[in-house]
């Protein structure tokens, strides 16, 4: 089956790529459903796109005869794929991917492109990479699809291990695997924020520990308690980890409608958090109809000592972090506080992670399989996963 496809993203761009996988001569002697004959890219070195060298790019003019032509250019891959790089507004990709669906191309999207041209583990890879916000996470997600280190390496390890029964490269390699699957929350976080909720009683300092920890304005503080309402997002990054952070409405009993919808926001993002910031004042004494700390988080709970500017009112507690969002005291070591609870270990560089949680459950299922010895079901898998699925004709 012959295919076309938009690989760009939406929105406004300075090219936009369409990639066509079919034979290179169908732009030269397009069948055209309006009759007109001729062909779609002329080439300005005058040759048909089936002689051009491969990997070579080459300039030219699209369009059939008798409509408007436009420069681009055209990049053959392989003897069956192409690419065709054009202005990058809508329209000029719109009508490449047209022309080329006339001629006979079916359009899908671009994972679909990918998962047929490369396998879908490098689609899967290649839309988590679009997602990642530091250069370390987009570091570590380009080494998942090199042949050496990665998740694609190990994987293709196994199959051939599989293939080759080899039993005792199979053991090491089933190692491989269970390390990769203890560090799955690791590697899902690439491309998806750790979340960081910032919990705590009203007028504890929250939305301005929020603020201190962006480096900018994005919360309102207020000496009113119960001003934060809504649950108040934004993402930031420590280290090359990508972190969304949210404030929210300080927790106390109250009768006051609005404020009662927040407080239920803010346990509900207690109960999903990766870890929770729980922000004690320091400057004000211990108050028995203080709010306990929640029970039921599901991450690890850090403990800020916050106001360390004023004069202390109330001890420390075990092991928190004294903070002054108004000083900026302890801000660095909260970043380093928050960095350790998250990952406490950091896998090394060049490690094999999963990226999505989908991907930790297939290799799960992977791991069962080889561990039972149904080698069968287990290569079934892995050519799922792993190999092109469509082929051009
Ligand atoms: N001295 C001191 N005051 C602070 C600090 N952080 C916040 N405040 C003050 O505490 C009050 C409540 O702050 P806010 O961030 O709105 O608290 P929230 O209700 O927990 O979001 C405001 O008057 C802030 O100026 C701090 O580190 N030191
Ligand atoms: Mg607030």
Known sequence: MWRVSLLTPPGRGAIAVVAFTGPADVLDCPTSADGRAGPLFLAARGLPVAALPLVTPCLGRWGAPGSAAEDVVLVRRADNRLEVHCHGGRAAAERILGDLETAGAEVVSWFD?????????????????????????????????????GLVATLTAVREALLSKQTAELGVLTGRLQ??????????????????????????GKSSLLNALLGYHRAIVSPIAGTTRDVVTAETAIEGLALRLADTAGLRETAEPLERSGIELTREQLVTADLTLWLVDLSIPETSSEIA???????????????????????????????????GAGIPELLTAIHRALVPIEPEPECALTALPEQTLRLKQLLEQVVHGDDRAALELLDDWLLPRGRSS
Not at 120 to 140: C, D, F
């Open 293 to 327: 700390f929640p029970a039921n988080t599901r991450g690890p709970v850090l403990v800020v000592a916050h106001k360390c500017d004023r004069p202390a009112l109330r001890p420390i507690p075990d092991g928190a972090v004294c903070v002054s969002s108004r000083t």
């Open 113 to 149: 492109d990918l998962v047929a041209y490369r396998g879908l583990i490098h689609a899967e890879l290649v839309e988590a990479l679009s997602r990642a916000t530091t250069w370390q996470a987009t570091a570590r997600l380009l080494t998942q699809q090199n042949d050496q280190s």
């Open 179 to 204: 390390t990769i699957v203890a560090r799955a929350a690791f590697g899902e976080h690439l491309a998806q924020p750790w979340q960081v909720v910032l919990a705590g009683p009203p007028n504890v």
